[in-house]
């Protein structure tokens, strides 16, 4: 069973910029994909990148698309989140999860690491 660490999140002015990590360890498919979703104050949980470990194809939300980059590092076994240009409405719990096919719904995903906040302060 995989295992997943998140760092990285904090507050930020709006306009900044964070990168948050998503270290994975322990026996995971071969292959598979991460994904990162986040959960704003009062709301339901939602879809923001994902990200295939092989072949590296990507997809973002509508609503991070052109600010939010997801990445991967394969020696490292990390994929990353780069986030820039941050608005206030950005500020939410994100977790990264990890699943063996492609799904964009938190209902599909049974590994996620522990969260960590994002704040955007106007």
């Known amino acids: 069973q995989g295992q997943l660490v998140e760092s990285g999140g904090g507050l930020v002015q709006a306009g900044g910029s964070l990168r948050l990590s998503c270290a994975a360890s322990?026996?995971?498919?071969?292959?598979?994909?991460v994904a990162w979703f986040r959960q704003p104050p009062g709301k339901e949980r939602e879809f923001v990148a994902i990200?295939?470990?092989?072949?590296?194809?990507?997809r973002h939300a509508d609503s991070v698309k052109g600010r939010f980059f997801i990445s991967r590092d394969v020696a490292k076994r990390t994929v990353y989140l780069q986030m820039n240009s941050l608005k206030p409405e950005d500020t939410a719990v994100y977790y990264c999860s990890l699943a063996s096919y492609w799904a964009l719904v938190p209902s599909s995903y049974d590994c996620w690491g522990q969260g960590t906040q994002v704040t955007v302060s106007s």
């Open positions: 990200i295939s470990w092989n072949a590296g194809a990507t």
């Open positions: 322990g026996r995971t498919a071969t292959d598979y994909v």
